[in-house]
Nanobody, 122 residues
């Protein structure tokens, strides 16, 4: 089993910054694609940013130029640097990872974290 634990959420004023982290632990052989998703109240969960194991990134149009996704493969950790935050960025942010398990299964499975609240308000 694999666990994803997010941290770094909180309350920030418009124009401010936050850095989210997502640490993966458990039976991990390798982590393939990872990503951040968010869900505002009453809305569907949307992709914010994704990153492949090789470092190729993809962003939602609404966050391009403001957010930056990165990962530390040695630490099995994903990051999201969020700058110039807007009230419309308020949501629960979820970490997602495509993981190949370790011995003996080496099975590929997708995992979600429990989410961390980001609130942008004055």
């Amino acid at each position: 089993q694999v666990q994803l634990v997010e941290s770094g959420g909180g309350l920030v004023q418009p124009g401010g910054s936050l850095r989210l982290s997502c640490a993966a632990s458990g039976s991990i052989f390798t982590i393939n694609a990872m990503g951040w998703y968010r869900q505002a109240p009453g809305k569907q969960r949307d992709m914010v940013a994704t990153i492949t194991s090789g470092g190729t990134t993809n962003y939602a149009d609404s966050v391009k130029g403001r957010f930056s996704i990165s990962r530390d493969n040695a630490k099995n950790t994903l990051y999201l640097q969020m700058n110039s935050l807007k009230p419309e960025d308020t949501a629960v942010y979820y970490c997602n990872a495509d993981v190949t398990a370790g011995w003996p299964t080496y099975r590929n499975q997708n995992y979600w974290g429990q989410g961390t609240q980001v609130t942008v308000s004055s």
